[in-house]
Every structure is written in structure tokens, then in C-alpha cells.
């Protein structure tokens, strides 16, 4: 039988230079964060993911470790959260 599969959307907490949490950011939303980074060469801001402080530079680019906005790369053959819908 075929069903829908509810899939959680994944948000990492993102700060600005002095610390302070910017919120709970999805992938998109760290797509245009990252952006306007890079538009402005700003420093500072980092992102925290598995208890890891990851900097983003002024070209707006991170490192991207294994499992960042892909809960499927953690090490499980489905997705860790799928909701099946009747």
C-alpha cells in the first residue's frame, strides 16, 4: 500500500557575531542567510549542529557535515522522524 510520509522539516540554530541565537533557521532560510552574507562580506555568524560551533565566512560559505538538513544521511535506511499518514 502506498502512503504518505510526513517528513519534518530540520532547523539548526544560527548566531550573529555578538551571539545571539538569530533562531532556528531550515535549510532555505540558511540558503538566504549564507546570501546575504556573501553580499555584504560579513563575519562572525556560525551555526550550531551537533553541539558544533560551524563559522560561516564572509563569502558565505560552511562546512557542511555529514547529516546538516539531511536527517536520512545519519546512519538510517528511512528518515529518523517520518510520520506515516493513514
Known sequence: MIKV???????IE???PDNNSMGFLNEYENLDLTNQIADEKASGYYLL??????????DGKHE???????KIAKGTPLAVGFETVS
Open 64 to 70: 557542511w557535515p555529514m547529516g546538516l538538513y539531511n
Open 14 to 16: 544560527h548566531f550573529d
Open 5 to 11: 510520509h510526513r517528513i519534518p522539516i530540520e532547523t
Open 49 to 58: 549542529f551537533e553541539n558544533k560551533k560551524i563559522d560561516i565566512r564572509p
